[in-house]
């Protein structure tokens, strides 16, 4: 089931908790909500839950509009960040609960909560109550319950946040592999990259009520659509210089106050004269000829990072961050010269974050 | 064993040390002893315990076991009798004396009656209080007035509005065209004008309980029900009661225990026990064998069925709440 918003705005008094948001959450989604703490992330999940109600704009799932919909009639299932389950309950309770209050008989929620406990491997916890389990049970109990209704879109509300980094990761991939197996519309909250780019088929990206860009992991990593983007996505972080575009002789280049870089002539679109140059630090290379676009630096601070190193440079006040392939040695203070991969260069109008 | 061993020989060095003044030997080891007697955890709990064991065992478990004592015998202050013991023929003058009979039975019905009352009141009031609704810390603050009142002043402030000339219930009633009650003086009345106002003074603490115990409650587990689609009822049923059980069960048994042991203020000041013992509890009842009479050792016995009724009392509650 697709999921669709129209100008959704929502206030909170004076605060905009979510700005004018379209947004279209395709059929079999996986959409990651990404966002920095405040950004509104919750509140676009609580507006389509249907536990908000949006000031203005029109919320579609599937074709039917919700906006005066209650939330049992959106047939949709949330998990939530704190798992909401009810510690007075027995696992198997839990999950039943959702058909014990939908009347379905008796016999066919056996069925299913048992087929749902296979399914999550749970099945030896069903008479425990929810304090007697560790972190990723309860996780996995709250998306059983989830599950259980067989629901046209799940939303999740950062199911992960409550567990340690490596059940984390663990969970990452058997959230995948159930989405991959459910094929059930998805909307995952996290304000966490990496998660996001690991799991999401398509991702949102959120600032202060704003949506900034949805794509694939792959084009908002390779293509951020302004600077916002280009450094929330993306560790280490994206260099990036505030400069202008200047052209001479037909030649675009950018004047930062540390250095001088020519661009591609592809670039000349940009209106703005005032601009932001960005650089992943994996596209920062060794220049090894005697070329005149070199910047020199010196190396400042060497980071190992098992294969790859991080290597902090610095050109003046500019510091830059460099990863390349541990194979070669470097020493703190080593004089170099750098050059930033072609057709890697990210410009955005108006000054970096 | 070669860290015990190197232990005693610094202490030895030490010794050595100070040798020349055999005050300090003595007094180091007495003080390495003592340090050692307070490392030990034992020890030291107990210490930790000690003063407050004192305390209970003067104010509680004495006079406990005085009391006990002094049920098995008998002891007539009034007519400057000798304490001599009776064995258990105190106990079995109450249980054949149709006025304590009559007493424990009305204390019973009074507990039995307020108490359910208190809690559905309280817990009526707490959700509706607990909905997001103007002016709440005004409700809440007159809500929690009686609790602040006196017990004494809440018998006086009842017994006024009770009064059959000057009351204000009277005319309040005759509004409806009923004609005046004697509320405090009619025997088939008193105990139920005796419970209202119990009922409105304490009413407002299983309230507060109640209510600190709604607010604890995730809102999570509504939003999760709501999408479920719960009933306002459902809601009640498996969220609210069972989340707040554990704290319904301590204020039920707090009120059980202080109406059957306690009332003393709100009857005393409202009817005395009167009229004919038709409100004469157990509290009261005990003071006037007693501390009127003094009759210490029938005083002892009524005391020690009140405790063994309560002790009761708690077990069926707690069995009761537990399913
Ligand atoms: N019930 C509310 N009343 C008032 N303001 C609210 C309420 N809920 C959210 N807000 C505000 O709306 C903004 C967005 O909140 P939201 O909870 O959606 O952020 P979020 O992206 O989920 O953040 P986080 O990652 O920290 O969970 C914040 O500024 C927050 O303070
Ligand atoms: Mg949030």
């Given at each position: 089931m697709k999921v669709t918003l129209e100008q959704v705005t929502k206030k909170f008094g004076k605060t905009i908790a979510v700005d004018n948001m379209n947004l279209e959450i395709r059929e079999r989604d996986f959409l990651v909500l990404l966002g920095p703490s405040g950004c509104g992330k919750t509140t676009t999940l609580r507006l389509i839950a249907g536990l908000e109600t949006s000031d203005s704009g029109n919320i579609y799932i599937g074709d039917t509009?919700?906006?005066?919909?209650p939330p049992k009639d959106r047939n949709i299932a949330m998990v939530f960040q704190s798992y909401?389950?009810?510690?007075?309950?027995?696992v198997y309770d839990n999950i039943a609960f959702p058909l014990k209050i939908r009347k379905v008989p008796r016999e066919e929620i056996r069925k299913r909560v048992r087929n749902i406990a296979e399914l999550l491997k749970i099945e030896e916890l069903?008479?425990?109550?929810?304090?007697?389990?560790?972190g990723g049970q309860r996780q996995r109990v709250a998306l059983g319950r989830a599950m259980v209704r067989e629901p046209d879109v799940f939303l999740m509300d950062e199911p992960l946040s409550n567990l340690d980094a490596k059940l984390r990761i663990h969970m990452r991939g058997e959230l995948k592999k159930m989405h991959q197996r459910l094929r059930t519309t998805t909307i995952y909250v996290t304000h966490d990259q990496a998660e996001a780019m690991s799991m999401a088929t398509r991702i949102a990206i959120m600032d202060r009520g704003v949506l900034q860009q949805v794509g694939s992991p792959k084009e908002v990593y390779d293509h951020p659509a302004n600077a916002f983007v280009g450094g929330f996505i993306g560790s280490p972080p994206m260099n990036m210089w505030e400069g202008d575009l200047v052209e001479k002789n037909g030649k675009l280049k950018i004047d930062t106050s540390f250095f001088s870089y020519p661009l591609p002539p592809d670039l000349k679109e940009i209106a703005a004269s005032k601009v932001t140059l960005g650089v992943r630090p994996e596209d920062v290379t060794i220049d090894?000829?005697?070329?005149?676009n070199a910047i020199k630096v010196r190396i400042d601070v060497i980071e190992p990072m098992g294969r790859e190193l991080l290597v902090t440079l610095v050109s003046g006040d500019a510091t830059i961050k460099m990863i390349t392939p541990s194979d070669r040695t470097f020493r703190i203070g080593d004089k170099l010269k750098i050059k930033f991969k072609e057709g890697k260069l990210h410009i955005f109008e108006g000054k970096p974050l | 064993m070669s860290e015990a061993g190197s232990r005693r020989s610094k202490v030895k060095n030490y010794g050595e040390k100070i040798i020349n003044s055999d005050k300090f030997i003595v007094i180091g080891i007495n003080l390495r002893g003592f340090h050692q007697f307070l490392r030990s955890k034992k020890t030291l709990g107990l210490l930790f315990v000690l003063p407050a064991v004192v305390v209970l065992f003067l104010v509680f478990i004495y006079p406990l076991i005085y009391n006990v004592d002094l049920s098995f015998n008998q002891w007539r202050l009034a007519i400057g009798e000798e304490k001599h013991y009776v064995g258990l023929s105190n106990y079995s003058y109450n249980f054949s004396d149709p006025l304590f009979q009559k007493v424990l039975k009305n204390t019973l019905i009074f507990t039995a009656v307020s108490v359910p009352l208190e809690v559905v009141i309280g817990l009526g009031l707490a959700l509706l209080i607990s909905r997001k609704i103007r002016g709440r810390s005004i409700f809440l603050a007159i809500l929690c007035l009686p609790m602040m009142v006196a017990p004494v002043i809440v018998g006086l402030t009842w017994r006024w509005l009770y009064a059959?000339?000057?009351?204000?219930?009277n005319p309040l009633i005759g509004v409806f065209g009923m004609g005046p009650t004697n509320w405090l003086a009619d025997p088939s009345i008193a105990m139920f004008s005796v419970i209202v106002a119990d009922v409105w003074a304490m009413a407002p603490f299983v309230f507060l309980f109640c209510y600190a115990g709604l607010r604890m409650v995730p809102q999570e587990r509504y939003e999760s029900a709501e999408i479920d689609g719960v009933s306002s009822w459902q809601k009640f049923r498996y969220i609210t009661l069972p989340s707040i059980k554990g704290i319904l069960v301590i204020a039920i048994l707090i009120r059980a225990m202080d109406a059957f042991t306690k009332i003393f203020d709100v009857v005393y000041t409202l009817t005395g026990g009167g009229p004919a013992y038709a409100t004469e509890v157990l509290p009261v009842y005990t003071y006037r064998v007693g501390l009127i009479f003094f009759r210490l050792g029938r005083g002892a016995s009524i005391a020690m069925i009140t405790l063994l009724v309560t002790i009761v009392m708690i077990l069926i509650i707690r069995k009761i709440m537990k399913r």
């Open positions: 509009l919700v906006n005066d919909l909401a389950l009810y510690p007075y309950m027995s069903l008479s425990r109550k929810p304090g007697q389990l560790s090894k000829e005697k070329g005149s | 059959w000339d000057y009351g204000l219930l």
